[in-house]
Each structure stands twice: as structure tokens, then as C-alpha cells.
């Protein structure tokens, strides 16, 4: 991103906290007609971005915007101006029916090729290629063979779908909406809390409660990240935030480079799985899917445990094995210091209470933002004065910029998907693939998932891979798993949801192990894969989301206790079993042992409950008691 000179830097600023207040505005108090809400939020911050990220880094000018770069931004504001000045018009209009005029046909090509222009500065170019494939498919689908064919489109159909189809998908569609809205007034929220000094209380909290411990700065670390993820919702973000410091303390007390950076970037991952806000992806869920945004954070709350609890059980074994010291006592905060930030934690029980009465995501998050400044004037240390105020809006402005143009081109993508039928062509391969096997094609979708998450964000991945997989999984879950479709939905989508966030730790490419990889100047790969043995909760939980619903809280208290149990000892063996130490150091015969009875007992779901807890419960018991023995002896 370009470091803007002084007057520029001070009007974009101003730009960004003022667009980000209007939105925390209407989240509290109403918003306008969808089409004028949907037009105001990409007019504020796709024009922006031509300006803040250069078009080519290392040729275009660095400290200032070029005449091409003001080009785009007017380029980029005009489609969305004349949307909202036209807005009845466009509400009124019968989709595929009404012309689609001249004026209508290049505005809609000058919207779609800054979307794709601005997807590749300031996301990724990857989403920009899969949004102009989408786009390709449509023009030359007629051409292709078999499932692939589609009927032939027309430019106008083609730029109408692509943007201006505001009840099925498109730039204007029901996600660029949800972004809009709910999203944008829980990234408010997230940037009030950073602004207030909420991380400095997660990081003392964190040091505080495990700094005293083996590998202190490791855990310090996967909680730190974990909180802060309930902040951002950006796992890139979050190693860059957390990691500066973690990362080269790990590093100085004996973690290997690219070990520091793989556990680093597996929690920060996490934090996107974190209740109460669990990143943008969540509330994309709660769209699609109709499903209470509370009743899905209830529902992923034990996976997210179980994700940490599985990242701080390998991180506590490598320690051990590597004799690896707590962290020094004069550098961790005592809990009279973390108890000074202890009032920031209020506005987060004002969110899940106002979540779990039922109140809307974004009047929840708007009353629990106006609590965080109310709170934040309790002590001089965290009193949040006009200056505060004003950074942490731009700070949710400069987030809101790339996700608005991110969430607008996966529009693109849907609309690309179900016009053409594309979805049903995709989905029936995959479907041949799996050949009937339920186990098979849950492993082809979170394969799919793994792959489309190498060059896109976690939302798009999410979006586009459930569009394609949830069909499937509901039409041959309900006969292997026995269960109505109905009970199939929310399972499925945490399903999906897990693996797009799991592909930004996950090898060959992982943006937030390559970020982690940077700042420890380790080998990515080294690191993603690390990242990716730590995070292997996510994985099991993933599964377990279709299998033992109980992981839900679906089933009785019995029922529950026991999935969480598999789970517990599944992880530690599987970890153990890497680490090669439990109690003691451990051969390859031990080491084998331990890793495929947790295996077994994680992914194994054809035989009973009680007999998956005894395989791993019972591999651990014995290799711990056989080195109990073998050190008294």
C-alpha cells in the first residue's frame, strides 16, 4: 500500500472514517433502500484503492497517485454515482426483461473491469482470474463438451448478470448487501476494540495466564492470536499484528524459525473460527442460509476450543522436547495489570447478550461499539479522546476497501455459477467422483475447498465452494448419515467454512504462513506445513461438524461429553505422536502408535463412540505408562 503524501493522506483518512461512520450510522439506526445502500458502499470504497495501492509496485510512483490511478477512481466512482442517482429506476426494473439500455451496458462494463482492476491491486490476483474465467465461461460455455456446455449469453445478458441483478447475485447482489451492512458495523466494532486498547488486555492476558508455563511464548501466542482474531477477521492481519512480537520471542528462546511462524500463523487462522464475531464469512453463512447468525456461534463455540486446545497441546510437546523455557518472569504483565484493561471486556458481553436476545447483527454490534467508547472513558489509559476515534474508523475503512471488492467480485462468481448452471455441472462431477461415497466426497469438497483457497480470501473461497458442495452433501448426507436435509444445512456450511479458513495455513500457497514465514525469514513452505499439522483440529472438527453432531451442542449432555472427549484424546495422540513426546521422549514405534490411534479415533466414524475414546485414551494411557515405568526403573 502506498504511503500517501501529507494532504492526500489526511483527505483519504477523512474519506475512509467518514464512509465507515455512515455505515455505523445506519447500523444503528436504519439503513437506506438496499439498491442505495449497496451503490453508497462500493462509491466510498472501490474509488479509494486506486489510489492507496499502485498499480504495479516497484514502477508506479510509491508516495503518490499517477494520472492512470486518478483515471480509475473516476472511473470506478461513475457505474455506482449513477446507480444511486437512478436507484428507483433500477429497483423497479424486471430483471432479463426491461432493457438493458447503452447507457446501462457501458456503465456496467466500466463497474466490472474496475472491480477486476481493484481485486488485483489491493486482493488477490487469483480472485480477479477466477472472476474473469467466471466471466469467460459465459461468453464461450456454448463451445465446450458435455456437463461443461452452457447455453450461449449475449454481451447484455452477460454484464447484466454480472452486475446489475441485485435479488440473485452480481456486483449489486444479496452478498455485496450483507457486506454493507451486518459486516461492515462488526468491523467497526473490531476496530473500536483495537483503538481502545482491548489488545493490549488480550496480549497481558495471554502472557499472564500461560507466560509462567513450558513454551510460554508459544501459547502466548495461539491465545493472543485467537483473541485478537475475534478483533480482525483477517488471518493475514493478525500474524502481521500479533506476530511482530511473538514470532521473534519464540524465535530468541529456541523455536525454530519456521516453527515460530507455523504456530503463529495456525492461530491467527483460528481467529476467523472465534465466537462471538468468527470473521466475515460467518454472517455470509447467516445469509445464505437463513440460520441465525447466534445459533452459529453457538454452534461452532466447542470446534473453536477444540482448534486451540489442539494448537496449545503440540505447541506444550515441542516445547518439552526441545527444553524450552517459560518465558522470563520480569517480562509477564501481573494480573494487576491486566486486570487495569479488565472493563474493555464489557462491550464484548454487550454483543452476546444483545446476539443471544435476538437482536440483529448489526444493531447488536452498533450498541456494543457506542459501549466500547462509553467503557473506554472509564480510565485515562484507555479513554478513547477524538484522535482515537478518528483512526479507528479509517483503520475500518482501509478493512471495509478490499473485502467490499472481494465480496462484489464473488457476486460475479455465484451469478457466473447458477446462471450458466455451472454449479449443477461442477457439483455433478464431483458427485460421479465420489461414486456414491459419502466419506469420498467430503474429501473431494475439502480438497476443492483447500485448492480455491490457494488464490483467493477465506469469504470468496467459502462462497463460491459452498455453492458447488452444500447441494451434494445434503442430497447424499441424509442417506448416510440418515438425518432429514433440513439437519444436514448448518453442518454442511461449518463444514465448507472450516477448510476456507483452513487454506490460508494449508500448503503449497498460504497467505498467512507466508506472512508468518516473512517476519521469522523461514521457508513458507516449511511453515504452512507446520501450520498446517498444528491446526490438524481443524480437520477433525471439520468432519466431526457431519458425523457427531453433539460437537454442536445437538444431542444430550452424554452425548456431548463424549464427542468432546474423542476429540481430546484424539488430538493430544495425534500431537504427541508428531511431536515425538509425551511424558518423555519417543521412539518411531511410539511415536507411529499414538498417531494412528488418533487417527482412528478422529476420523474413523464406522464404529462406536466409546470404542473411538478407548483406542486413543487408551494408546495414550499405556505409552505414558510404559515411560512412568521406564524412568522409575
Known amino acids: ?111 466490472v473491469v474496475t472491480l477486476l482492476e481493484a481485486t488485483r491491486r489491493a486482493v488477490e490476483a487469483g480472485l480477479m482470474w477466477m472472476i474473469l474465467g467466471s466471466i469467460a465461461y459465459m461468453a464461450f460455455g456454448h463451445y465446450l463438451p458435455g456437463l461443461l456446455n452452457a447455453r450461449p449469453f449475449s454481451l447484455a445478458e452477460i454484464v447484466e448478470s454480472s452486475w446489475l441483478v441485485p435479488t440473485a447475485g452480481g456486483v449489486y447482489g444479496p452478498l455485496t448487501g450483507i457486506v454493507a451492512t451486518t459486516i461492515a458495523v462488526f468491523i467497526l466494532f473490531g476496530a473500536f476494540m483495537q483503538g481502545s486498547g482491548t489488545g493490549r488486555l488480550f496480549h497481558n492476558l495471554g502472557a499472564a495466564a500461560a507466560g509462567r508455563f513450558t513454551g510460554g511464548p508459544a501459547k502466548v501466542a495461539v491465545i493472543t492470536s485467537g483473541l485478537f482474531g475475534t478483533m480482525s ?248 448419515l440418515g438425518l432429514p436435509q433440513a439437519a444436514l444445512v448448518l453442518p454442511a456450511h461449518l463444514f465448507i467454512f472450516y477448510f476456507a479458513v483452513l487454506a490460508d495455513a494449508s500448503p503449497p500457497v498460504a497467505a498467512a504462513a507466508f506472512a508468518a514465514a516473512a517476519i521469522a525469514k523461514a521457508s513458507p513452505l516449511m511453515a504452512s506445513i507446520h501450520a498446517t499439522r498444528l491446526g490438524i483440529a481443524g480437520f477433525t472438527v471439520g468432519f466431526a461438524f457431519l458425523y457427531d453432531p453433539a460437537i454442536m451442542w445437538r444431542g444430550s449432555l452424554p452425548e456431548i461429553v463424549l464427542v468432546v472427549a474423542i476429540q481430546l484424546a484424539a488430538l493430544a495422540a495425534i500431537a504427541a505422536g508428531y511431536a515425538g513426546f509425551l511424558l518423555a521422549p519417543m521412539r518411531w514405534p511410539a511415536r507411529l502408535v499414538l498417531g494412528a490411534a488418533g487417527l482412528f479415533a478422529a476420523f474413523y466414524h464406522a464404529v462406536p463412540d466409546l470404542l473411538r475414546l478407548a483406542v486413543a485414551a487408551g494408546a495414550l494411557g499405556g505409552i505414558a505408562l510404559l515411560q512412568r515405568l521406564r524412568s522409575n526403573a
Open 1 to 111: 500500500m502506498r504511503e500517501l503524501p501529507g494532504w492526500l493522506k489526511a483527505t483519504t483518512t477523512v474519506w475512509l472514517a467518514a464512509a465507515a461512520a455512515v455505515h455505523l450510522y445506519f447500523g444503528g439506526f436504519g439503513f437506506p433502500e438496499p439498491i442505495q445502500m449497496r451503490g453508497f458502499h462500493l462509491l466510498v470504497f472501490v474509488p479509494p484503492l486506486f489510489l492507496l495501492y499502485p498499480a504495479f509496485p516497484g514502477r508506479s510512483p510509491a508516495r503518490r497517485p499517477s494520472l492512470p490511478d486518478w483515471l480509475w477512481f473516476l472511473a470506478a466512482a461513475a457505474p455506482h454515482a449513477w446507480v444511486i442517482w437512478q436507484w428507483t429506476a433500477v429497483a423497479d426494473r424486471m430483471e432479463y426483461v426491461d432493457p438493458f439500455t447503452p447507457v446501462m451496458m457501458v456503465l456496467g462494463i466500466t463497474a
Open 233 to 480: 477477521g483477517s488471518s493475514v492481519s493478525n500474524v502481521i499484528t500479533t506476530g511482530a512480537m511473538t514470532i521473534p520471542l519464540m524465535m530468541r528462546i529456541g523455536y525454530r524459525p519456521s516453527l515460530a511462524a507455523g504456530i503463529e500463523s495456525a492461530a491467527s487462522v483460528g481467529g476467523a473460527l472465534m465466537p462471538p464475531v468468527m470473521g466475515a464469512a460467518a454472517f455470509v453463512m447467516a445469509e445464505i442460509t437463513a440460520i441465525p447468525y447466534g445459533e452459529i456461534v453457538v454452534a461452532a463455540a466447542l470446534g473453536a476450543a477444540l482448534y486451540y486446545y489442539a494448537i496449545l497441546v503440540a505447541v506444550h510437546f515441542e516445547a518439552k522436547r526441545a527444553g524450552i523455557a517459560p518465558m522470563p518472569p520480569e517480562t509477564i504483565p501481573g494480573w494487576r495489570e491486566v486486570l487495569a484493561d479488565a472493563h474493555l471486556v464489557l462491550p464484548i458481553g454487550v454483543l452476546v447478550w444483545l446476539m443471544s436476545e435476538g437482536w440483529s447483527g448489526n444493531y447488536a454490534a452498533f450498541w456494543s461499539t457506542m459501549a466500547m467508547v462509553a467503557v473506554s472513558m472509564l480510565r485515562p489509559r484507555t479513554r478513547m479522546g477524538w484522535r482515537t476515534i478518528l483512526e479507528s474508523l479509517a483503520n475500518a475503512g482501509h478493512t471495509m476497501a478490499p473485502l467490499a471488492v472481494s465480496i462484489a467480485g464473488s457476486g460475479i462468481v455465484v451469478s457466473a455459477l447458477t446462471t450458466t448452471g455451472l454449479v449443477v455441472a461442477l457439483g455433478g462431477i464431483i458427485k460421479v467422483m465420489a461414486a456414491g461415497s459419502f466419506p469420498l466426497l467430503l474429501l473431494l469438497l475439502a480438497a476443492t475447498v483447500l485448492v480455491l483457497g490457494m488464490g483467493i480470501p477465506t469469504t470468496p473461497s467459502y462462497i463460491i465452494a459452498a455453492a458447488i458442495g452444500v447441494p451434494q452433501i445434503l442430497e447424499l448426507g441424509q442417506v448416510a
